[in-house]
Each structure stands twice: as structure tokens, then as C-alpha cells.
């Protein structure tokens, strides 16, 4: 899908909410409705007894006299209580019986400003002037003059202050890319390039945001969902979330994919303060939030799930002989790293050949025939989808048969097993923290269930026996709970805040009994893995293991 379909699918590019030609120094406001000179504009108001209250103050009888003029809400909590939802206050919403008269006008500080100063300057030399004129037969007529006109320029200064305070309320506290109405949050994929089959991320995480806006929002806010393809290219992707950040002005960064990718970007989100959340890559790097608080991952990661797997090797196999191919980058490294960790003391005995590939080699033929001629009888496929499936269909195609280990990035049986032929890809093992889909023992649980449906009504060019459509919507739901959580307190400080204070978060596509929690000192949301074989149809969960 391109970058212009993606904007137009979530409504992209269009105003939601009227706040076309919005400066910095304006804002939108339900209040008080009155000219910025020093001729005021009179209140008036649906509700005869509030009129009839106005015209008895003593010292506004200017402000009753005349026609037009509006008064808003002044009494914010009763507005809430006669409206019941503090999303209502926008223009149109309110019955026409309401005493509360609601017009959506705009406050500029800087035009306000100058009227006032200007006016304080002639009042005042005025009513000294006047006072000094008048004979003092006029004197006390003077006096009565110069309190009026004191007690008008007060009014409008209390009015001022009590509107810049009801803006703080009404708008709550907002960062970047958020109003009222609109959330703006960005991401990169890899919709080209080596690896775009894992772009399925982006596209069912747009669809759930299309879903989410359909039925109110956030809060009742949209989601402006605006995902770039980067081609799987650091400097692809830095240009794309400069371009997010300082020119979409996006409230965070959400669910970008790629260890390199994203280690690209890191630094530059972070020293802007920017949310860099639940990316989608497995390096054990992003768990560091004493260099960088602003960069959290998603997926349980590499090096502990390579560890988890050699520990199930070293009790299955006591004498394997393990080779790995890995990628050539953090992504690849970290296997190697946790299968060393895994094996411990036997590392050396046991960890018998390595090789590695770039991302971008066109094949990784010679480094599978080269792995063979170790004698290994285990291998570890340490790589993205596209290379995974060439090692395993290499494997098979040299009658080469080891016990086969694949990254739970690289398990997809509709981009990678079956390409390889799903018969040839029996007995191939990984790890997991989530359900796999098109496995009968979901067919009745209501969060499968439920990413069906939007599947069929949201998504229906997608396929359902990928695994990747059923995290992007997982992944999407988790960081819509995040925003929903932050309320009106939308600044990047708070929804960093959030974020690192989740507890016993459920998704809906981990597997029972797997939750996600994270502190401010521990940036790795999911913490509990399973193994699983495939049995040449699809993934089966094996018992958990004794790891002592």
C-alpha cells in the first residue's frame, strides 16, 4: 500500500475538527464571546434569568446594552454535569434548549494584548486629566466616571485570566500533533525493499486505527496513523522520521520495525524527547533506559530467546553440535550472543560453525554448504524471513538433515515455510509468545475471534494464516491502551510515563497465561516464551520444559 493510500485509508490529509489556519498562539475556546477593543461586545446569553443577572451588576451596564455577543460556559463543572461528556462542548453538539450558549471561536494572546495595554494607557491619564479639569462642582461625577471605566478595563482583565485558565481545562495538557480532536502518531516500514513481507505490521496496524476512529476514537479523538516506507534502509528511515517528527509533528514514534532501522533513528528521538515505543525488533540493545528513557521494544528478545533455546538443545541433546547462520548486524549478533549464553561452559565443545550473511546477499547458498561441513546435527537460522527461507529450502535441497531452529521474527507459515513447502518444513522449531494463528485451539477464543472479524471488515486483503496481521493488531491495541490511559494528559512526558508503568497488560494475541509489564528500569514488555514445532500444517506448542 503507499504512503498516499495509507493517508487516504485513515482519512489522512483532510481537517477533523475545524482547526484549519491554527497558530501557535491561538486557541480553540467555549467562553466568554467579546470584542478585543475597548468597545466590548454585550453579554447575552439563551437563558433570561442569566441575562437578567448581568444587568443587575452595578458596574456592567455597558456590557447589557446593545445587540450580539454570546456568553459560553463559565461554570466549567456544571457544564460537564448538564452535558454529561466533556467532549460535547464542540460547536453543534448542544441542544438547542441548552442555557449554555456554545459558539467555537478562537483566542489570539497576541491581539488581545496590545487592545489592552493601549487601553490601560488612555483610561488612566484620562480620569487624571478629568479629575484635574473638572471644577469641583463635577468633582464627584468625575469619580463616578473614572470607577466605571476602571471597573469595565478590570472585568475585561478577570475575564482574560479566568479564559486562559478554562483553556488549560477544556484542551487538558497536549504535546506535539495533539487538539482536541487528532492524535497525529508516526512509524516506518519497510513497505519495499528485502523484507516488506513484514509490512503486514503497518497495514493491520492502520486498519485497527481506521477501526478505532469509526467508533469514536481515543477519548474522543482520531488517530492520524502516518506509516512511511523506509525500504529497510537506515538512512531511508532517518530521513522519514525527521520528516515525521519536524514537519508531521507527530506526538510519538510507534511500532517501527528493524534492528538497524531503528538503531539509525535512536539517538536523534531521543535527544528531541521524542516516544520511541514498542518497535518492532528483538536486539537486546533497546532495554536501556538509562541512556535512552525514550526507545522501549515489544518482542521478548534475542539473546534470551537464543539462551531459552540452547537450554531446550543442551536437555533434548546433551552431545548436539549446534551451527548458526546469522545475520551480519545487532539483529544477528544477539542469537550468536544468548546461544553461547544458553550453552554456557560447553559453548566451545558444542558451538561447532558460524557463518554469516548480509541483508542484502542475494542468496546465502554458500554459507548453508559451508555450516554443513562441520558436522553440525543442529542448525540455528538466525535471519529475516526472506533469507530464513532460502537457508531451510538450501537445507533440504542438499538432503541435509539437522534439527532446524528458526527466530521467532522468521515463523511465519505463509511467508516463510511456505514457501518452502510446508511438508519439507516439518519438525522446524522456534519460540513464541503468541498464539499462532489458524491453530483449532483458538477457534473459540473471543480475542482470535475478534481479530477475525476485523480482519473481514477491516482488513480484507490481508490473509489470516499470517502470523504478522494478528501482532500489528495486537500491537495496535496495546498502544491504543496506552493513549486511552493517558486521558487529557498528552504530552510525550506522560505517554513515556504510561508506558513504563504498565502491569499484567493483557493482548490479545499473547498466549494465557503470558502478560506485559514494564517500570522505568525495565524496558522488556513481555517476559514469558514457549517452544513450539511445526507439524506440516502448522504450529504446535510443546509442554514447557524443566530448564534446571
Known amino acids: 500500500m503507499s504512503e498516499q493510500a495509507m493517508r487516504t485509508a485513515n482519512g489522512f490529509g483532510t481537517n477533523q475538527g475545524g482547526s484549519e489556519g491554527r497558530t501557535g498562539a491561538q486557541w480553540p475556546i467555549c467562553a466568554v464571546a467579546w470584542s478585543a477593543t475597548t468597545e466590548l461586545t454585550p453579554l447575552r446569553s439563551r437563558d433570561p434569568a442569566f441575562n437578567a443577572w448581568i444587568g443587575s451588576l452595578p458596574f456592567l451596564p455597558a456590557l447589557c446594552s446593545g445587540s450580539g455577543g454570546q456568553v459560553g460556559r463559565s461554570d466549567r463543572p456544571a457544564w460537564r454535569a448538564h452535558h454529561g461528556h466533556p467532549r460535547a462542548e464542540r ?7 441548552c442555557p449554555f450558549e456554545i459558539r467555537a471561536a478562537s483566542w489570539d494572546a497576541s491581539r488581545w494584548a496590545a487592545p489592552l495595554v493601549t487601553a490601560l494607557a488612555n483610561i488612566v491619564p484620562g480620569c487624571v486629566r478629568e479629575i484635574k479639569d473638572r471644577r469641583k462642582d463635577q468633582m464627584m461625577a468625575s469619580w463616578r466616571w473614572a470607577i466605571h471605566q476602571f471597573e469595565i478595563l478590570l472585568l475585561a482583565i478577570a475575564l482574560l485570566w479566568v479564559d486562559g485558565t478554562s483553556i488549560a481545562q477544556a484542551q487538558g495538557n497536549y504535546g506535539p500533533g495533539v487538539s482536541d480532536v487528532e492524535i497525529k502518531i508516526g512509524q516506518t516500514m519497510p513497505y519495499s525493499g528485502p523484507v516488506s513481507a513484514l509490512s503486514v505490521f503497518g497495514k493491520s496496524e492502520a486498519a485497527y486505527f481506521k477501526m478505532i476512529n469509526e467508533r469514536g476514537g481515543i477519548n474522543g479523538r482520531r488517530i492520524t ?27 510519538a514514534i510507534m511500532g517501527s520495525l528493524g534492528t538497524a532501522t531503528n538503531a539509525a533513528i535512536q539517538k536523534y528521538l531521543n535527544s528531541n524527547h521524542v516516544p520511541h515505543l514498542f518497535i518492532q525488533t528483538v536486539a537486546s540493545r533497546w532495554n536501556d533506559p538509562d541512556h535512552f528513557p525514550w526507545t522501549m521494544s515489544l518482542i521478548y528478545p534475542a539473546r534470551s530467546e537464543a539462551a531459552f533455546a540452547a537450554r531446550y538443545i543442551m536437555q533434548a541433546n546433551p552431545y548436539a553440535h549446534i551451527a548458526v547462520l546469522y545475520q551480519n548486524d545487532d539483529f544477528g549478533r544477539d542469537y550468536v550472543a544468548g546461544l553461547v549464553e544458553g550453552l554456557g561452559p560447553q559453548a566451545r565443545s558444542r558451538l561447532v560453525a558460524k557463518a554469516s550473511y548480509e541483508v542484502t546477499d542475494p542468496t546465502i547458498d554458500s554459507q548453508i554448504v559451508l555450516l554443513r561441513s562441520s558436522g553440525a546435527d543442529t542448525i540455528f537460522i538466525a535471519a529475516t524471513p526472506r533469507s530464513t527461507a532460502q537457508a531451510l529450502r538450501k537445507v533440504s535441497e542438499i538432503d541435509w538433515h539437522p534439527t532446524r531452529f528458526v527466530s521467532q521474527a522468521s515463523s511465519s507459515v505463509t511467508d516463510v515455510l511456505a514457501a518452502v513447502g510446508l511438508e519439507k518444513s516439518e519438525g522446524v522449531m522456534t519460540t513464541t509468545s503468541f498464539k499462532s494463528v489458524g491453530d483449532p485451539q483458538w477457534s473459540n477464543d473471543p480475542d482470535y475471534l475478534a481479530w477475525l472479524d476485523f480482519m473481514r471488515a477491516y482488513y480484507p486483503g490481508g490473509d489470516i494464516n499470517d502470523k504478522f496481521a494478528f501482532l500489528g493488531y495486537s500491537n495496535a491495541a496495546l498502544f491504543a491502551e496506552v493513549l486511552r490511559r493517558c486521558g487529557d494528559d498528552l504530552t510525550r512526558e506522560n505517554l513515556l510515563a504510561v508506558a513504563t508503568h504498565l502491569q499484567g497488560v493483557h493482548l490479545p494475541a499473547l498466549l494465557p497465561g503470558i502478560t506485559l509489564s514494564t517500570s ?19 504450529w504446535v506448542l510443546l509442554p514447557d520444559f524443566d530448564e534446571k
Request: charge should be negative; hydrophobic fraction near 30%; include cysteine.
Open 91 to 97: 460547536a453543534g453538539e448542544c441542544d438547542p434548549a
Open 225 to 251: 496513523f502516518i506509516s512511511l516506507d523506509d525500504n529497510y534502509s537506515p538512512a531511508k528511515t532517518m530521513e522519514q522520521t525527521r520528516r515525521l517528527v519536524e514537519q508531521d509533528n507527530v506526538l
Open 520 to 538: 522505568p528500569t525495565d524496558y522488556i514488555p513481555i517476559k514469558q516464551i514457549r517452544l513450539q514445532r511445526f507439524d506440516g500444517h502448522r
